[in-house]
Each structure stands twice: as C-alpha cells, then as structure tokens.
C-alpha cells in the first residue's frame, strides 16, 4: 500500500500524542481516594477496615481491564475511550450525589459497585492511550511510556489543587471534578487519537526524541508550578484563580508541537514511504525468518552477529513457542516463568504503594495532621518525576552498556553466548524497590517529618515501576496482543490493594483504633501504622530480589533487541551515504 507520510500525517501523529497527554491528566482519578474518603467514612460510619474495603473495591475495577484489554484488539481507538468516559461519569456522579447528600447513602455492597465502576473507568482510557501510542512510536517506548504515565502521577495533583484553588478542598466538589472533567476531555481524544503509520526513516526517530524532549520539559514545568502552589501556604481567592488559569495554560502548552510540525511542514514535507499499517503493528523487535533471527550485517561500519535462538526442544513441534522478544499471546505468555517473576516484582512495588496512596488520609491523621492534601500532591508530584524519569533513564541504559558507548557485540564461547550491552531494563525496578525499603522504614520510624519524607520517596517508586513496566512487558511479549497482556499484569493493583491495603493496613489498624460515637473508630499515633511499613518494607525486599533475577533471565533479549536496532541504523546510515 503506498501511502503519502506528509506533514500532516505527522502533525496528526502528534496531535494525537498531546490528547493522550490530556486523557492521562485526568485517568489518575483512582489515586485520588484520600481526598473524600473521610467523608465516606464519616457519612456512613465505616470503621477502618470497612473504609479500606471500599478502597479495594475502587481498584478492584482494575481487575475488569481485561475486558478493555480483549476490545483493544477488535474495538477501534474512540470507542475505547468513549466507553471508559461513560463509565466513569456514572461511577464517580453517583458518588458525587451520596457525598453531596442529594440521595440518601446507598447500601454498602452498591457503593462498591459504582467505586469499581470509576476505577475500571481508567483502565479503558489508559489502554487506548497506551497501545495506541506505543504503536505509534513504537522506537521511543521508553520516552513515551515515561511521559504519558508521568502526566498520570501528576493527575491527582492537578485535581488536589484545582478543587484547593477554586472549591477550598470541597469534597462533594472534588468528586464532581472527578466525574464531569475526565468526559470531557475524552471527548478530545476521540476526535484526534488515531494508530497511525510511520516511517522508518532514521531522521524520523531522531527528530521524536527532541520532541520527545520538549514533552518533557513542559512536565516538569508543570509539576514545579504545582509544588509551588502547595508550598507556598494559604492562598486568597484572587490568587488561587490566577494559578487555576495558569495551569490550563500549561496544560494546553504542549500542542505547541503539532502546530510547530504543521507549519513546518508546509515547506519541509514531502516524503514517500512504502508503509503498511498492519506490518508495523505486528512487527516483533527480534526479526524472525523460519524459527530464527535473522543474521544481519550492515554495509560499511564495525561487523556485528547475532547468534540464533537455542534449538527447539522438540523437533517434531510443527508450531514452535515464541522466545522473549517476540509476540506472545496471554496463553503463551503465562507458560514463561519471566511473565510470573515479572508480575510478582510489580505485586511487591505497586501493591505496597497503592497501601500509602489509599491510606495517606488516616496516615495523617493518626501522625495529628489536621489537612493531608499537602502530602497527598506530594505523592502525585513526586510520582510524576519517578514515572518520567525511569522512562527516559531506562531507555538510555537499555540502549548501553552502564552509559558506555554502546557498541553492539556476541561472543559465542563452549556454546554460550556472553553478554556485551543492552542493561535490563528490570534493574531500574530493582533499584526502585531498595529505595521504597528506605522510604517504608522512615514511616515506620514516625520521626518529625517522616511522613513527608515517605510520601517523596514512595511517590517516586510507586512511579517508576508503573512507567517500567509498560514496555517491559512490550519488549519481553511483543506489541500484537500487549492490550490484553498489559491490563493481566496490572491485575496486581486490585490484587495488591486487597492484600496490604484491605487486609493488613485495615486489620492492623482496626486493632489499635477506639470506636467513637455514631459508628466507625479513630486511631491516633505512630502506632497504627508500624507494623504495616515494616512488612511493607520486607515485601519491597522480596521485589528486589524477583527484579535482579528477571534482569538476570532477560539480558540476551535486550543484546539481542538492541543489536538488531544497531544494525538497522548502521545500515541505513551507510545507504544514505
């Protein structure tokens, strides 16, 4: 199929990329839990444990994200994000309404159903951002992982303040933000969000990182602006709107690109490309030909080999299983012990932290904060930073060898082929989980200020193993079914809520706290939540470990991954000169 790659194919490309961006601004919302969940408590008389249940519930919708991911692969892209919109109008409106007193309190088992409705609400949207996009740079998954799953850390500070600067901390007008907002903006990416072709022009891919870098740099100005404005104490009414109209501003600032990129290309573009969409979006990152790599050598520069993938183990099989590196259905992804090592290591990262995020409310409480929305962003702000950076880090320690030069080589010796470059990317979670150990034993040490510290530390590595992950698990399964691969392993949100937020944090909490008049119970002190970061801190131990041994199980893939990447360079560079 010939097709025209023009500049307004790529200013489409890149218009889509910055609805994305939006869409993820506001898909944060199941981090946003503390901010009404006093008011759930109180207007209900939950006790701690009930409370935290309802919390599980919120992200137990995480777990129906396997049905976002199924629909990836038969439903276009705005049908996907039309649905999540919907439901989350309806999950988090309903709440709105009881919070608000509009409608009595609905029976326990109800409000269940409509948090796990706006919880999976977010699962459709992050699919349809994340596989659309991925597709669509699909040589910058680093980079690209890193911002948009950044843009979501700072999602809950973007709501946190706005409903601080405009509605003095309201909850009832918070969960409105929460349902009207997120519909909204949807509506954008329906329109502009497309998967589309690219090219495989090396120029291409250098000139994404630089926009790449510009995304970049509007995040963080972003997120500073947000500090800033937490910062810096009470503020009146005059000067709350003026930040409020300042960070829409910002948040707009990004279509600078795809404007900069039309009008370039008015005088610029006019490239043609043999291109067909459904070769790319297949297309594993190991070339494969009958069974085996491909061995490729460029025409001119330094020789580089790779050696084939060990021999099947049975010969008869007239269909072989895919290595690493290729597309895996879930059926055979779940066969491989790394899909297993993988899913437990995230387990250990995220379900520790979705226990903080979930509970930060009552943490600061009990530590005698009388207003937790300071530590709140903070989480959000420095999450972003550990989402956008492990993505970008990642990328360029995957691309060499502990930053050095990155010169591709195999060495085949008594059969086995020795490692030269490529560092796992898994090692970024590892180094992710010996700092969140840190960040959990100064919590527990409830010294003045830990609480602060913590939220730092936890917000950074709650954020690099969600911006890690995503193409981790790309690179290692492939792109042809990574909707549905991607929304199994994100089960351990739910699955990591229920065990340390539902369970350890709620009973452990329950057995310390005092009941007070009307229903519920309240604890004060660094006791009641001790022993929740010790075992919290020996569960981020365990994740260390899982991590070194899947950097251990995957670095040929990366040397492989990256040699073909190497070698497609070298031979493009030599044909153009």
């Given at each position: 199929?010939?097709?025209?790659?023009?500049?307004?194919?790529?200013?489409?490309?890149?218009?889509?990329?910055?609805?994305?961006?939006?869409?993820?601004?506001?898909?944060?919302?199941?981090?946003?839990?503390?901010?009404?969940?006093?008011?759930?408590?109180?207007?209900?008389?939950?006790?701690?444990?009930?409370?935290?249940?309802?919390?599980?519930?919120?992200?137990?919708?995480?777990?129906?994200?396997?049905?976002?991911?199924?629909?990836?692969?038969?439903?276009?892209?705005?049908?996907?994000?039309?649905?999540?919109?919907?439901?989350?109008?309806?999950?988090?409106?309903?709440?709105?309404?009881?919070?608000?007193?509009?409608?009595?309190?609905?029976?326990?088992?109800?409000?269940?159903?409509?948090?796990?409705?706006?919880?999976?609400?977010?699962?459709?949207?992050?699919?349809?951002?994340?596989?659309?996009?991925?597709?669509?740079?699909?040589?910058?998954?680093?980079?690209?992982?890193?911002?948009?799953?950044?843009?979501?850390?700072?999602?809950?500070?973007?709501?946190?303040?706005?409903?601080?600067?405009?509605?003095?901390?309201?909850?009832?007008?918070f969960l409105l933000m929460l349902a009207v907002i997120p519909f909204v903006v949807c509506l954008a990416a329906i329109l502009f969000l497309r998967e589309l072709p690219q090219t495989e022009d090396t120029s291409t891919e250098r000139e994404e990182n630089k926009y790449f870098g510009v995304f970049n740099s509007v995040?963080?100005?972003?997120?500073?602006?947000?500090?800033?404005?937490?910062?810096?104490?009470?503020?009146?009414?005059?000067?709350?709107?003026?930040?409020?109209?300042?960070?829409?501003?910002?948040?707009?600032?990004?279509?600078?690109?795809?404007?900069?990129?039309?009008?370039?290309?008015?005088?610029?573009?006019?490239?043609?490309?043999?291109?067909?969409?459904?070769?790319?979006?297949?297309?594993?990152?190991?070339?494969?030909?009958?069974?085996?790599?491909?061995?490729?050598?460029?025409?001119?520069?330094?020789?580089?080999?790779?050696?084939?993938?060990?021999?099947?183990?049975?010969?008869?099989?007239?269909?072989?299983?895919?290595?690493?590196?290729?597309?895996?259905?879930?059926?055979?992804?779940?066969?491989?012990?790394?899909?297993?090592?993988?899913?437990?290591?995230?387990?250990?990262?995220?379900?520790?932290?979705?226990?903080?995020?979930?509970?930060?409310?009552?943490?600061?409480?009990?530590?005698?904060?009388?207003?937790?929305?300071?530590?709140?962003?903070?989480?959000?702000?420095?999450?972003?930073?550990?989402?956008?950076?492990?993505?970008?880090?990642?990328?360029?320690?995957?691309?060499?060898?502990?930053?050095?030069?990155?010169?591709?080589?195999?060495?085949?010796?008594?059969?086995?082929?020795?490692?030269?470059?490529?560092?796992?990317?898994?090692?970024?979670?590892?180094?992710?989980?010996?700092?969140?150990?840190?960040?959990?034993?100064?919590?527990?040490?409830?010294?003045?200020?830990?609480?602060?510290?913590?939220?730092?530390?936890?917000?950074?590595?709650?954020?690099?193993?969600?911006?890690?992950?995503?193409?981790?698990?790309?690179?290692?399964?492939?792109?042809?079914?990574?909707?549905?691969?991607?929304n199994v392993l994100i089960l351990n949100l739910p699955l990591g809520s229920f065990l340390f937020s539902g369970l350890l944090a709620g009973l452990l909490y329950d057995a310390q706290a005092t009941h007070v008049a009307g229903g519920g119970n309240t604890c004060m002190g660094a006791h009641c939540y001790r022993m929740?970061?010790?075992?919290?801190?020996?569960?981020?131990?365990?994740?260390?470990?899982?991590?070194?041994?899947?950097?251990s199980r995957t670095k040929l893939v990366y040397s492989r991954i990256y040699a073909n990447k190497k070698l497609e360079k070298s031979a493009a560079g030599s044909g153009s000169s």
């Amino acid at each position: 199929m010939q097709l025209q790659f023009s500049s307004s194919l790529l200013a489409r490309k890149w218009l889509g990329f910055v609805t994305a961006i939006w869409v993820q601004c506001i898909s944060g919302n199941n981090y946003t839990f503390s901010n009404y969940s006093d008011a759930l408590k109180t207007l209900m008389g939950l006790s701690q444990l009930e409370l935290n249940n309802l919390s599980v519930a919120k992200d137990a919708g995480k777990a129906f994200g396997i049905l976002a991911g199924l629909a990836s692969d038969k439903i276009s892209t705005p049908v996907i994000i039309l649905i999540g919109s919907i439901e989350g109008i309806v999950g988090y409106g309903v709440q709105w309404l009881v919070v608000s007193q509009r409608i009595k309190p609905l029976p326990y088992w109800q409000m269940c159903v409509f948090l796990c409705m706006g919880g999976n609400s977010s699962t459709w949207m992050n699919t349809a951002i994340l596989v659309t996009c991925m597709r669509n740079f699909r040589r910058n998954r680093g980079p690209v992982s890193g911002i948009l799953k950044g843009y979501v850390g700072l999602s809950t500070a973007i709501f946190t303040d706005l409903c601080a600067a405009l509605f003095a901390d309201n909850p009832c007008a918070f969960l409105l933000m929460l349902a009207v907002i997120p519909f909204v903006v949807c509506l954008a990416a329906i329109l502009f969000l497309r998967e589309l072709p690219q090219t495989e022009d090396t120029s291409t891919e250098r000139e994404e990182n630089k926009y790449f870098g510009v995304f970049n740099s509007v995040a963080v100005v972003i997120a500073l602006y947000l500090l800033s404005f937490d910062v810096s104490g009470p503020h009146g009414m005059t000067l709350s709107r003026i930040f409020a109209a300042g960070l829409l501003v910002l948040l707009a600032s990004p279509l600078i690109v795809p404007v900069y990129v039309a009008l370039k290309g008015l005088n610029l573009f006019d490239l043609k490309r043999n291109l067909d969409i459904e070769g790319q979006i297949v297309e594993p990152l190991l070339n494969q030909e009958n069974g085996a790599e491909v061995k490729k050598k460029p025409a001119a520069g330094p020789v580089a080999v790779v050696e084939e993938v060990p021999k099947l183990e049975d010969a008869a099989e007239i269909k072989r299983r895919p290595v690493l590196g290729e597309d895996h259905t879930i059926f055979e992804a779940i066969q491989t012990l790394e899909f297993w090592i993988l899913f437990l290591s995230f387990l250990c990262g995220v379900g520790t932290g979705l226990t903080v995020m979930n509970n930060m409310g009552q943490m600061g409480l009990a530590l005698g904060y009388a207003d937790v929305s300071m530590f709140i962003s903070l989480l959000s702000i420095w999450g972003f930073l550990g989402r956008i950076c492990a993505g970008a880090v990642s990328e360029y320690f995957v691309k060499s060898l502990l930053g050095g030069n990155l010169n591709l080589r195999f060495e085949k010796t008594d059969d086995k082929i020795k490692w030269k470059a490529g560092t796992p990317r898994p090692l970024v979670n590892a180094a992710s989980q010996i700092l969140m150990t840190i960040g959990y034993i100064v919590m527990a040490m409830a010294l003045p200020g830990s609480l602060y510290i913590g939220s730092i530390v936890v917000g950074i590595c709650y954020g690099v193993r969600l911006a890690v992950i995503v193409p981790t698990s790309s690179e290692l399964f492939g792109l042809k079914y990574y909707g549905l691969v991607y929304n199994v392993l994100i089960l351990n949100l739910p699955l990591g809520s229920f065990l340390f937020s539902g369970l350890l944090a709620g009973l452990l909490y329950d057995a310390q706290a005092t009941h007070v008049a009307g229903g519920g119970n309240t604890c004060m002190g660094a006791h009641c939540y001790r022993m929740v970061f010790i075992v919290m801190a020996l569960a981020s131990v365990v994740g260390f470990g899982l991590d070194v041994l899947l950097a251990s199980r995957t670095k040929l893939v990366y040397s492989r991954i990256y040699a073909n990447k190497k070698l497609e360079k070298s031979a493009a560079g030599s044909g153009s000169s």
